[in-house]
């Protein structure tokens, strides 16, 4: 197939899943699109066996389908930039402390829990004879390190549905757009460690240090290097260029330098939407906004479409499908841990109930699917597989079932708290007097 062969049939597909999920299902499209792209590739797959279903023009597609640099080096720098150019910094801003901590730790916490508790579950499931599989405790903590970071994409879909304290909000969601940084430099560390680089504790330091700072500072250079013509422009044909350049170049321009390209791309986008609201006119930024939420839920659409779709190339008999909800119910467990922690110092400032909504929010997504699909050694395909395979299983029933009921467990903390429904709202002046000005961005 040619290349806009490949497109207008993935458009098509994500057309179809979308028109399906809004006039039927009418669920949040993270988890609607996904379910309806994954039970129309199960027809398939059960057709094809069953009736002989003609699948032979779409399987090789996805075979050959680049998921990894589709995600990780093209419309994740869209969708983060999406997401960061809409939050309200005023209000992010006092939750500095808990947002980092998650971002962080909390992401090298819950790799390495949950990727321990994988380890001993296949042992024992090896022991008792209910599966022979083998699974070095090095390839559980890269499972881990690449199931860690939540999906800053799915977060953003479910809380707009929900009506969770806004405080909570901004936690969730701030987290999920930035530990995505932490989590990729972690994979890259473990997978180097498993190729046979010779890395030590110290080289391993610095590269954290390098990708996570060298990309929040580079974000902000560029981020103010594009308000010097947006705030000076008015036509929002130009504006729109004018974002869709920072969103690009800022990834592209941070994967060159081998800093953090979510990072970048992230604090870029926040950077430009907090000036953008006062250095543009309101109409223009409307334009802006509106082209920006089309990007988003288009390529979204694209996105959770096409994680459906790999059902169809990916082997799932019954003992990866075992594996793949013990892995889920390992990743809850490293994520309740990577949550609590980190959050113990700020206990007194947080809501009842917000370290199990924020562990229970934590959804996986395409993120993970694409890191589990670029693992790549020689020699070892028989343990890719498998992580890939845990780790489809992983994210379906990640955005399945924690997108289906964590609006459940948000309306238990409002019926049973009282706190817990007055923190709705936002007090934006008492937000900035708390948090500094917010122009001191």
Not at 372 to 384: C, F, K, M, T, Y
Not at 420 to 434: C, H, P, Q, R, Y
Request: charged fraction near 15%; aromatic fraction near 12%.
């Amino acid at each position: 197939m040619t290349l806009l062969q490949s497109l207008s049939l993935l458009l098509f597909f994500a057309l179809v899943a979308s028109y399906i999920n809004h006039q039927w299902l009418k669920l949040p499209p993270a988890i609607g699109i996904t379910l309806v792209a994954a039970t129309l590739s199960l027809i398939f797959v059960i057709g094809n066996k069953q009736f002989g279903f003609y699948t032979d023009q779409i399987t090789p597609m996805i075979k050959e389908f680049d998921f990894h640099g589709f995600l990780l080096h093209g419309i994740l720098a869209f969708l983060l930039f999406a997401g960061a150019i809409k939050v309200n910094v005023s209000a992010i801003k006092r939750w500095a402390g808990p947002i980092s901590c998650l971002a962080t730790f909390g992401v090298v916490i819950s790799a390495f829990v949950c990727g321990f508790v994988l380890w001993l579950a296949v042992i024992l499931l090896n022991t008792i004879g209910i599966v022979s599989v083998h699974l070095p405790i090095e390839w559980a903590f890269l499972f881990g390190a690449l199931i860690a970071p939540t999906d800053p994409i799915a977060a953003l879909g479910i809380v707009k549905d929900i009506n969770a304290p806004k405080k909570l909000e901004l936690k969730l969601v701030g987290e999920s757009l930035f530990n995505d940084g932490t989590g990729v430099v972690l994979f890259l560390a473990i997978l180097g460690f498993i190729q046979g680089y010779d890395q030590t504790f110290v080289s391993v330091s610095a590269m954290f240090i390098r990708e996570i700072i060298g990309g929040i500072a580079l974000g902000f250079i560029m981020g103010a290097l594009y308000y010097i013509p947006l705030k000076t422009t008015k036509d929002y044909p130009v504006l729109l260029l004018l974002t869709l350049s920072a969103a690009t170049s800022s990834y592209a321009l941070a994967e060159a330098l081998h800093v953090s390209a979510p990072l970048c791309t992230v604090v870029a986008g926040l950077f430009i939407g907090h000036k953008m609201k006062t250095a543009i006119p309101e109409d223009s930024q409307h334009h802006v906004d509106t082209f920006w939420e089309f990007i988003d839920e288009m390529l979204n659409a694209c996105l959770f479409a096409l994680m459906g779709l790999e059902l169809l190339v990916i082997n799932l008999d019954w003992t990866f499908l075992l594996l793949g909800v013990i892995g889920f119910i390992c990743t809850i467990i490293g994520r309740f841990i990577g949550v609590a922690l980190p959050l113990f110092p700020f206990k007194k400032r947080i809501l009842k109930g917000t370290i199990p909504i924020i562990s229970w929010g934590g959804m996986r997504g395409g993120i993970s699917l694409a890191l589990a699909l670029s693992i790549a050694i020689p020699g070892q395909n028989e343990l890719a597989q498998t992580l890939i395979a845990i780790t489809f299983v992983t994210v379906i029933l990640s955005s399945l079932g924690q997108g289906l009921t964590l609006k459940y467990l948000v309306q238990y903390y409002q019926k049973h708290y009282k706190n817990f429904e007055s923190d709705n709202t936002i007090d934006v002046e008492k937000e900035k007097k708390e948090a500094g000005e917010a122009d001191n961005f």
